[in-house]
């Protein structure tokens, strides 16, 4: 079964930037579209980013510009560089498969002051 744990996210400012990671137990991202989903307090998880296994990536609109997907097949690692980040990108950030997620990991929190 895989396995799936972010890391990274922390306390950031607004205009800040913070960089997430996704370690999978097994080598899915050559074989899966992966994405970062979010889920903000009181709101829906929501995918905000994927990329495919050829590599490429679509974002969120609320996101776009702003946010950057890539990962390292040969370390089994995703990542979501996120810069400009506004106080709405409040909320604990899960990786996972898309569009048919598998068991969630806990996730990391990631909070945006103003």
């Known amino acids: 079964q895989v396995q799936l744990v972010e890391s990274g996210g922390g306390l950031a400012q607004a205009g800040g930037s913070l960089r997430l990671s996704c370690a999978a137990s097994g080598s899915i991202f050559n074989d899966y579209v992966m994405g970062w989903y979010r889920r903000a307090p009181g709101k829906q998880r929501e995918l905000v980013a994927r990329i495919t296994t050829g590599g490429i990536t679509n974002y969120a609109d609320s996101v776009k510009g702003r946010f950057t997907i890539s990962k390292d097949n040969t370390k089994n690692t995703m990542y979501l560089q996120m810069n400009s980040l506004k106080p709405e990108d409040t909320a604990v950030y899960y990786c996972?498969?898309?569009?048919?997620?598998?068991?969630w990991g806990q996730g990391t929190q990631v909070t945006v002051s103003s």
């Open positions: 996972n498969l898309v569009p048919v997620p598998v068991a």
